[in-house]
C-alpha cells in the first residue's frame, strides 16, 4: 500500500486526523499529569507530614526545600525528633485529579453565603452578558460591514474613525460606562459591545469585499440593480466567510468579559473564580476557567455543525 | 516545404455567396461606430481598442479573434456595459448602450455561477431580476435547462457539475433573459479539448434553434471558423480591426469540414494574420537561449 500522504501530509485520512485532535488534548493533560504526579519532576516544596520538633511545622504545611533542611538539620543536632515530608507543587497549582474533583463539587457546593450564588448561575449569567453585548454588536456591525464592504461611500465616510477607534481598549471606558449605565449588567454588556463592534465592522467589510467580482459582474448582466444585488448577489456570495467571521469574533467577545465582569458590581464567572482564589480554592479557579474553555469549544463545534446544515453549498469544501 | 495547393479564403460557393447576401438584409442588431479605449496607466496612456467599427446582423454568428494584447475581453466587456468606452458608441437595435442591460446576455470563462444556488435557480436568476412570479419563473427555467440538456441536474449545486455542464448552465442562465445578443468571452477555454468540441456542437445546436445573436470571443482558430459566420480579426497594440472575414465553409457546419479546401484555406489566411511570419532572427528578444546540454558520448546524443 502507498503510504505517501501529499506534500505537508495534508492529506491524512479523517481516523488519524481524529485521533491527533484527541491527542492535542492528551499532550498538556498528559504534561500536566507529570508534573503533578512524578515527585522528582518540579515540585518545589515540602508539604510537612510529621513536624517533629520544629516548633512552627504543622501537619499539611507547605515550606521551601532549603528551609526544610535547615529546620530538620537544626532539630537533629538539638536531638528533638526529625520532621517528615514529601515533595510537594505550590498551592497554585493543583493536580488533575483535584481539578476533576472541583469540576463536580463546584456545582454541588452550596454557597458560603446566602446572597451568593450557585456556580451554575453565574455561569448564565456571563452567558447572558456574552449574548448580549455580542448579538447587540452584530445588530449593527454586521449591517455596517456588509454596506461598507459594499460601497466604496460607506467605507471611505466609516472606516477612517473605527479604524482609529478599535485601538483603544475597552476596558478603559469601564468606569465611563458605569457612570452612564449604572452598576449592573448595563455597563458589562457595554463593554462587550465596545471591544467586539468595531472589529466587527472592519473584519466583515474586509470580508464582504472580497466577493468574487465576476459574480457581481454576471448579476449586472441578468439584470440586478443596486438593492437586489446587495441582497441577492453580495449578501449570499460571502455568508459562509462572515459566518466563519462571526465564530472567530465571538472568541474575541468571551476575552472581554473577564474584563467586563470585573467592571461595577462583580458578577458571573468571574466572581466566582476570583471569589475561589481569595479562598485558596485554585482548583475551584482552574475548573472555572476549563469550563469557559468547553463552553466556548462546545458553541463553535455547534455553530460549525450548524453552518455545514445552513450552507448544504459548502459542504464540498470541508471534505475537501 | 510543399504545400498543398489551396483556394483563396475569398472564393465563396454560390450557396454560401447567396447566404452572406441574405445575411447582410437582415436588421442589424449590434452596430459598433470608430469604438475608441484608452487605460491610464504609469508608463503614460495606453490604447487598447483604436477606432472599431463593425455591424452584426440578426441570428449572426461572429467571431472575434486575435493575439493576446488586441483588447478581445476589453471589447466584449465594453459591449456588455461592463466598463465605458472613451470614444465611439455600441448600439444595439440603434439605441446606445450605456450600462450593462438585459439586452445583453454574457457568459464568462470562469462561469460565474452562483455556487449558494441550484443549476435551476442560476438560471432564474434573470427571470426573478425581471420580477417574474416564482412559478412561471420556474417553468420556464426548467424549459432552458431542458434546452442545454440539464434537466436531471435541476436542483444540483454548481459543484457538483463537470465544466461543461457549467458552462451550458451559464449559457441557459444568459439565455433565460432573452436577450438580443448573446456576448461569450472565452467561453470554452477552461474546457479539454473533447468537452470543448462537444460544446461548440451544442452552441450551434442552440444557436440554429432559438432567435440569437452572437458575438464570440475566442483565440483558437479552429473553434473560429467552425463555429463563425464571420470572423473579426483584431491585431494588437492599438487593438484595431484587421480584417473581417466571411467564412466560405458551408452551414450547417459539421466537424467532417475540417479538412475541406474551404476550411484549410479560412486556416490559412488566420494563420498570416494572426501569425505573421517573423520579420529578422530577433523581434524582441523573445527566443531561448539555447546550448547543447547533452554530453557528448551519450549514447543518445541527438534526437533527430
Known sequence: MATYSGPLGRGVTPRARFALGVASFLLPLGLWCLVSYVPFVWHPLVEVTVPGGVSYFEEGMLVEHAVFEKERDTVAEAGQPVPAGVPANPVYLPAPHQVASAFYTAFTTKPLRRDEKWLHESLWTSIQVIFWGFVLSSAFGVPLGILAGSYLTVSKLTEPFIEFFRYLPAPAFGALAVAILGIYEAPKIAIIFIGTFFQQVLVIANTTRKIDPTLLEAAVTLGAKRVSLLFKVVIPGVVTHLYLDMRILLGWAWTYLIVAELIGTSTGITWFITQQARYKNFANVYAAIIMIGILGLTTDLFLGWLGARIFPWERHRRRA | ?304
Open chain 2, 1 to 304: 516545404m510543399n504545400r498543398i495547393a489551396l483556394p483563396s479564403h475569398l472564393d465563396q460557393s454560390e450557396a454560401v455567396r447567396d447566404r452572406f447576401g441574405r445575411l447582410k438584409k437582415r436588421p442589424v442588431i449590434l452596430d459598433v461606430q470608430s469604438l475608441q479605449k484608452e487605460f491610464e496607466s504609469n508608463a503614460g496612456r495606453t490604447v487598447a481598442l483604436q477606432n472599431i467599427s463593425f455591424q452584426t446582423h440578426r441570428r449572426e454568428f461572429l467571431c472575434v479573434i486575435g493575439p493576446s494584447g488586441c483588447g478581445k475581453s476589453t471589447l466584449i466587456r465594453i459591449l456588455a456595459g461592463l466598463e465605458p468606452q472613451t470614444g465611439g458608441q455600441v448600439l444595439i437595435d440603434g439605441k446606445p448602450v450605456n450600462g450593462p442591460g438585459r439586452d445583453r446576455g454574457m457568459v464568462f470563462q470562469g462561469y460565474s455561477l452562483f455556487p449558494w444556488r441550484t443549476v435551476k435557480k442560476n438560471v432564474m436568476f434573470g427571470l426573478e431580476m425581471s420580477g417574474k412570479e416564482g412559478s412561471v419563473a420556474e417553468s420556464e427555467a426548467l424549459q432552458w435547462i431542458d434546452l442545454v440538456g440539464l434537466s436531471k441536474f435541476a436542483n444540483s449545486y454548481p459543484h457538483e457539475l463537470s465544466g461543461g455542464m457549467k458552462q451550458r448552465v451559464a449559457i441557459a442562465r444568459a439565455l433565460a433573459n432573452q436577450p438580443r445578443i448573446l456576448l461569450m468571452d472565452e467561453p470554452f477555454g477552461a474546457l479539454d479539448a473533447q468537452t470543448r468540441s462537444k460544446m461548440q456542437q451544442h452552441l450551434l445546436e442552440i444557436w440554429k434553434n432559438i432567435d440569437i445573436t452572437v458575438v464570440f470571443i475566442t483565440h483558437d482558430l479552429d473553434e473560429a471558423i467552425y463555429l463563425a459566420d464571420r470572423i473579426l480579426v483584431l491585431k494588437a497594440h492599438p487593438g484595431e480591426i484587421q480584417e473581417l472575414i466571411e467564412v466560405p465553409v458551408p452551414q450547417p457546419r459539421s466537424p467532417d469540414q475540417f479538412l475541406s479546401p474551404e476550411y484549410l484555406a479560412t486556416k490559412m489566411r488566420l494563420e498570416q494574420l494572426i501569425h505573421p511570419p517573423e520579420e529578422g532572427v530577433e523581434v524582441n528578444g523573445d527566443h531561448l537561449n539555447m546550448m547543447r546540454m547533452v554530453h557528448v558520448d551519450d549514447a543518445v546524443s541527438d534526437v533527430m
